[in-house]
């Protein structure tokens, strides 16, 4: 039986994915471009309707008139011409101007000074994350520094994506065998919503995007966190967990620091620091991680990850573990 996500979890944010509602500085350019564009067809909208209007009064037959013949004839105006070719061409020039002003401003062919580096992988249907300056791994909910410029490389491991969380940067695809970078960066503290933006296959639409904006101490105390190898498991029902998280099948698609390395699904060696699951599907607490491994096509119809048929008792002691990797 499917179960319908539950509501995005936005976090009380009002327009969670609105460009119009920018939060750093790339998105900001992007924003006020848009705004300019929506000004300017504004205001040629108002000065086409208006003259269309004035001519349909100005110009209707009145009470008055017996009409005798054709009305006046017009063969062409010199300057009515003049301005309708040289008021849409300066009009064109200002956004092609504009245009390359932003490009320059969001398009750069090198990071920034002082840029995060951060690599997301694209998969069918989940996010990869790697921060190659300090080893850590994660999945699906990008934490960054607020304020830091973030340098974010960009590749697929199987079809195209695309990453896109519209309050912070443009939207960016992610080409398999073609890897680019972009810049962005927040000036809020606060969680920013996306969604692949590039029909991906069956779970396409359950390809959620995350970003979660912290202070500088609170990243870097995050980043400890991360980098650290789990304790061993405390309760016994966590030991037995482990024994059957290395015994089964989970172990060749998931990596957890000190106990596995598969490398086709997301990393686990903090998951239960996460706030979501399945790729910002469903709130993540023990019984919807619970939920998730008994199978996980009830939350996530159609993605790669199997239902393992545990019983009851491994079940348990799976969830047991997992949730001890904080
Ligand atoms: Cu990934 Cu659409």
Not at 11 to 37: K, Q
Not at 295 to 314: A, E, R, T
């Amino acid at each position: 039986m499917w179960i319908p996500p539950t509501p995005p979890l936005c976090d009380g944010a009002t327009f969670p994915t609105s460009i119009l509602s920018p939060a750093g500085p790339a998105a900001s350019s992007l924003s006020d471009a848009t705004w300019l564009v929506i000004g300017l067809c504004c205001a040629i909208g108002i000065v086409v309707e208006g003259l269309l209007v004035w001519a349909i009064i100005s110009g209707r037959k009145r009470a008055n008139q017996n009409a005798p013949g054709e009305p006046v004839q017009v063969f062409g105006s010199n300057k009515v011409e003049l301005a309708w070719t040289i008021i849409p061409t300066i009009i064109v020039i200002v956004l092609a101007l504009v245009t390359v002003r932003v490009i320059r401003d969001v398009d750069l062919t090198e990071p920034p000074p002082g840029a995060l580096r951060v690599q997301v992988i694209g998969h069918q249907w989940w996010w990869e994350y790697r921060y190659p300056d300090s080893g850590v791994v994660t999945a699906n909910e990008l934490m960054i520094p607020v304020g830091r410029p973030i340098w974010l490389e960009v590749e697929s491991a199987d079809v195209i994506h695309s990453w896109w969380v519209p309050r912070l940067a443009g939207k960016r695809d992610v080409i398999p065998g073609y890897p680019t970078a972009f810049w962005f960066s927040s000036d809020e503290q606060g969680t920013f919503l996306g969604q692949c933006a590039e029909y991906c296959g069956t779970m396409h639409a359950g390809m959620l995007l995350r970003v979660e904006a912290v202070s500088a101490s609170a990243f870097d105390a995050w980043i400890g966190q991360q980098q650290a190898t789990p304790a061993a498991p405390q309760s016994q029902l966590a030991q037995e967990g482990h024994l059957v998280f290395q015994a089964l099948s989970c172990s060749n698609c998931h990596s957890i620091k000190g106990t596995s390395d598969g490398l086709f699904g997301p990393d686990l060696t903090h998951l239960a620091s996460r706030k979501t699951i399945g790729s910002g599907i469903v709130q993540l607490d023990e019984a919807t991680l619970r939920l998730w491994i008994s199978d996980p096509q009830v939350l996530k119809p159609g993605c790669n990850m199997p239902s393992l048929n545990l019983d009851p008792k491994q079940l348990s002691a799976l969830v047991a573990y997992l949730w001890e990797l904080h």
